[in-house]
């Protein structure tokens, strides 16, 4: 017997939560195929449930259960960003930054080098002369709006880097060229009325939460 | 390596269009857009290291709001920090005017420290270039007023004592008229008893995330957000005046 209509939104919408649950988005055809309904019927769940898109609906329910299960967000994105400086030890980590972010950057030098790291400032010449080829090493990103440095992130991709960066939202074509992104709340206020703005001290933050873990996980010379 | 070619930059641009509007776009759209094939912008996000399309727009799967709560430490002076905020502030409207002197000596936190509150004051159109030159101090052609010091206890034992101190400066600031403003985590005596001004920067809850720099600059936000409160105050005062 054929399913109605509301059958197949329940189905579509149970099939999505458990995949969530498991941390996984599920893609349009893994549902229809697992509910046994056409891929447009699948797709217009999402939309009668009032999302603008399959990949809002399915995101949603990740990130839900993602809290559900108690993940902490930090954590993740602590090892995340710690496990690809880890993977390009001997690798060059250039490092670029803006605005009140610069502070990050001189202090990411300053830190790195210290624990065995071979880092350097990015530029354009020093990422040709050092890229090239894929896996060329990490070009670590700060930029609060997240659109300045985009041309970094351009030219790392070009020349081979991984590229992670440090934004204030994670809708801006930095965050988007970027394989690993972490988002730091701002607060951008007018300077009569400045209110403070503590992004670029949640990015140094979280910069020594990473040099923590990787010096608990790989001892530094 | 080669670059981009002319069609990779288009579907770049095209994307990053659409990202900063906050719009989501389908394959199709954008190929449409771009008036390119599929396979083409499917290439060029490959060529950026995604393997496809919906790797792309899942790449912010790690991008995760890391709420400041969390990140950011509670305990960010030793006493009250809205009595350092305001001590701070009241320092920032003594330099209105007057030649300040971020400290910068030093290999270690004192440099970008200096320069970050540097760029924050030029906002609010205090000078208090970054410097570690003995020359800065000398006030003949402008009043002085601050000088300001990051002494971390981290670095103890580094060259003469503490980096970020300098021989002599301190001395010679206060010999000077300058007031001496000092963010120290320290207690030695041989460093705080030259602060006309001591913030003191709270030890770290866990010793082995060292958070000092993360607390001085929120300890320089706070006082910037009273510095502005303050200068309000004070130019509404002299308009009624």
Redesign the interface.
């Known amino acids: 017997m054929a399913m109605g209509s509301r059958d197949i939104d329940a189905a579509v919408y149970e099939a999505v939560r458990a995949a969530a649950r498991r941390g996984h ?1 599920a ?1 349009v055809s893994e549902v229809a195929s697992q509910v046994g309904a056409a891929r447009s019927s699948v797709y217009r769940v999402s939309q009668k449930l009032g999302y ?2 399959w ?2 609906f399915t ?1 949603s329910l ?2 839900y259960h ?1 809290g559900e299960q108690g993940g ?3 954590a ?2 602590v090892k ?1 960003v710690a496990d690809a400086l880890l993977r390009n030890r001997h690798l060059p980590i250039l490092v670029d930054a803006v605005g ?1 972010a ?2 990050c950057s ?2 990411l030098l ?1 830190r790195l080098g210290e624990c065995d790291f071979f880092p350097m400032p990015f530029t354009k010449h020093i990422a040709q002369a050092r ?3 894929a896996g060329s090493g990490v070009v670590i990103v700060i930029n609060e709006s997240g ?1 300045s440095l ?1 041309r970094t992130c ?1 030219a790392a ?4 880097f ?2 992670v960066s440090i934004t204030s939202s ?4 930095v ?11 701002n607060n951008k206020s007018h ?8 992004f ?3 990015a ?3 910069l ?2 990473v040099l ?1 873990r990787m ?1 608990r996980e790989a001892p530094f010379a | ?1 080669r ?2 070619s002319q069609a990779e930059r288009s579907v ?1 641009n095209a ?2 269009a659409h ?2 509007r ?1 719009e ?1 776009v389908s394959l199709t759209e954008l190929a449409g857009e771009c008036h390119v094939a599929k396979s083409t912008v499917v290439k060029t996000l490959q ?3 995604f393997r496809g399309y ?1 790797e ?13 709560g ?4 509670r305990d960010v002076v030793v006493g009250s920090g809205t009595t350092a905020a305001r001590e701070l502030a009241s320092v920032f409207l003594w330099c209105a005017g007057r030649k300040s002197i971020a400290f910068s000596d030093g ?3 004192a ?3 200096a ?2 509150l540097a ?2 004051l030029a ?2 159109d205090i000078l208090a270039p970054a410097s570690y030159d003995y020359a800065m101090v000398d006030a003949a052609r402008a009043e002085p007023g601050a000088a300001f010091f990051f002494i971390h206890r981290r670095d103890a034992g580094v060259g003469h004592g503490y980096s970020g101190v300098g021989e002599g400066m301190l001395a010679a600031v206060r010999d000077r008229g300058y007031r001496t403003v000092i963010f120290t985590d320290t207690d030695d005596a041989s460093v705080t008893s030259y602060a006309d001004v001591l913030i003191r920067i709270a030890d770290n809850a ?1 010793p ?4 000092y ?3 001085v ?2 300890v320089i ?2 006082a ?2 009273e ?2 409160r303050l200068r ?1 105050e004070v130019r509404d005062g002299d308009g009624l005046s």
């Open positions: 988005r893609t603008k898109s990949i809002e995101s990740v990130r993602a902490d967000p930090v993740t994105s995340a009140d610069e502070v001189m202090y300053l890229g090239g080829t659109m985009l351009l991709r070009e020349q081979g991984e590229v994670h809708d801006t074509p965050s988007k060229m970027s394989s690993i992104n972490v988002v730091i709340k300077i009569d009325s400045y209110e403070p703005n503590h670029a001290a949640g140094l933050a979280f020594e939460r923590y010096g | 390596m670059s981009f770049i994307l990053n990202i900063s906050n989501e060529r950026m290291g919906q792309f727009s899942y790449s912010f799967r790690l991008s995760r709001d890391v709420q400041r969390s990140l950011l430490p290999k270690c936190l440099a970008p420290l320069q970050y760029r924050k906002l609010f866990e082995d995330i060292d958070l720099a993360t607390k600059l929120m936000e706070r910037l957000s510095y502005a309000e």
